[in-house]
């Protein structure tokens, strides 16, 4: 799922291209991902769009007579820029946006059909759409702390909680993880003021680092390759290969539609955390350690 580093940018260069640009059509192969019609698509066209806003993971057009495109692109959905007029790619495309200087074209690569698209009518309908989570960048230490000890959840489920914390995902928050030094299934509960700052400060300087990397890569041009695996990344999707600080092989655990990954060396004083449906099925015979893994992996040779 596009992140904060991922959205800001999607923000910042749709807003160079669309800002002050009249819509000259929408196109919606798709209907599904139409959620709310009011106003409806054909009242905005001929509208020139005013503001690009990031709202959490949500990327905000505001439209002439206080009006909004709210587009969430959910796990797989994406924003192309294309040449005016553009022909939709097939059974991927959602929708599409056509200006006169190009297609924004809205995609999913996704038969679950997760990504959404609402219309709505005044500011204060945003409202429905704001989950609450804090801003890591603009908060103080101490709004961080608050927040992150305000509910009892291991550090993982904090960081990505949208009512929580603002715009963090699976990617980032093993990358924070990891620059913190800390375990992600460590409890918020048993976090002390020095851990806070910590994990405060290697959020902050995750996201900006991965923003400005990003800013870097697509210059003036458009962020057509967003993927939540990236060879610079430390541990996320980094599962066998060494850890970039110590060598030591990356760990995970897969759950649901998400996984953690992290390094035993430097995360969890070289402890394996289980895996939940492993342990089950192991119980006893779960490595707790890299040498009881590594022990293993060379007597099953």
Known sequence: MPELPDVTVYVERLAAKVIGQPILGIRIPSMFVLRTVEPSPKELVGAKVTSVERLGKRIILGVEGDRFIVIHLMIAGRLRWKVPQAKLPGKLALAGFDFPT???VFTEASGKKRASMHLVQGRAALAE???????VLAAS?????????????TVKRSLTDPTLFDGIGNAYSD???WAAQMSPFRMTSALDDAEIKTLHTAAKHQLILWTDRMRAEVGDGFPDKVTAFRPEMAVHGKFGEPCPRCGTK?????????????????QT???LLADRSLSRLLKEDWPKTLEELEHRRTSTK
């Open 102 to 104: 190009g297609t924004l």
């Open 129 to 135: 759409f704001d989950r609450g989570g804090l801003d």
């Open 141 to 153: 230490t101490k709004q961080f702390a608050e927040r992150m000890r305000s509910e009892r959840h």
């Open 175 to 177: 990358e924070i993880l």
């Open 250 to 266: 990356v760990q995970r655990i897969v759950y649901a539609d998400n996984e953690a990954n992290y390094c035993p060396t430097c």
């Open 269 to 271: 004083q070289g402890k």
